[in-house]
């Protein structure tokens, strides 16, 4: 069965370090995402990208973040300088089909990448 | 404001026992999502609805557009199914990103 992966599973950084989370979306998705749960909290929406740009975000997405798509198969999160409160898990996601139109719309979700800002 | 309730938040349940999880929400949505959460964080989609009903072996899911509400059942349930299991929408006609409940911990015991 097809799978979005994630890597790292786990990452420790220090404040004001830069990271970056990996995702390898499915191969013949078009709309990719990130999320993310704070310990305890509701999963949030963070970032959509579709056609090679961004195509919606949240409040929380802000200076410090930024998404890429490099090579056709990795999409990735950078949160520049991250600060206590980025500690969290972040889900990337992916799915199949164009939002106007007949579409498969399931959403793939990776296994997550845990991030703990000291 | 989109908001998503979900009742109960926490369920213990023997094993064997017919299980219903609620869903409600406030604004127009173009699908509903039922999501199941392992205690190791993973996510795995478990139905995507826009109207009816939807069935995939033990777990079925209704949803009732007009009144904004939705129902996942589980039909004799196992402690394999316990899980934190969230419901999520697709809000707007187009919606593309989803607005997330806080999930319901279900414990089965066996």
């Known amino acids: 069965e097809p799978e979005v992966t994630q890597t790292p599973s786990h990452q420790v950084t220090q404040m004001g370090q830069e990271v970056i989370l990996r995702c390898v979306p499915i191969?013949?998705?078009?709309?990719f995402y990130w999320y993310r749960q704070i310990l305890g909290q509701k999963v949030e929406f963070l970032v959509s990208?579709?056609?090679?740009?961004?195509?919606?975000k949240s409040e929380i997405f802000d200076d410090q973040f930024s998404v890429e798509r490099p090579d056709g198969s990795n999409f990735t999160l950078k949160i520049r300088s991250t600060k206590l409160e980025d500690s969290a898990m972040y889900f990337c996601?992916?799915?199949?089909?164009?939002?106007?139109?007949?579409?498969?719309?399931?959403?793939?979700f990776g296994e997550g990448s845990r991030l703990t800002v000291l | 404001k989109n908001e998503v309730e979900q009742s109960p938040q926490n369920l213990t349940a023997q094993e064997g026992e017919f299980i219903t999880i609620n869903c409600s929400y406030s604004?127009?949505?173009?699908?509903l999502h039922w999501l199941q959460q392992h205690p190791g964080g993973g996510i795995v989609s478990l139905f995507m609805l826009s109207s009816g009903k939807k069935k995939h072996g033990r777990l079925i899911a209704t949803i009732n557009i007009q009144e904004k509400h939705s129902s996942l059942h589980i039909t004799a349930s196992h402690p394999r199914d316990s899980a934190v299991y969230i419901c999520a929408v697709r809000p707007g006609e187009y919606g593309n990103k989803l607005v997330f409940g806080a999930g319901t911990i279900l414990r089965v015991k066996s």
């Open positions: 990208f579709y056609n090679n740009e961004i195509s919606e």
């Open positions: 996601a992916s799915r199949e089909g164009l939002a106007g139109g007949p579409f498969t719309g399931e959403l793939f």
């Open positions: 604004v127009g949505i173009s699908a």
């Open positions: 191969s013949n998705h078009l709309y």
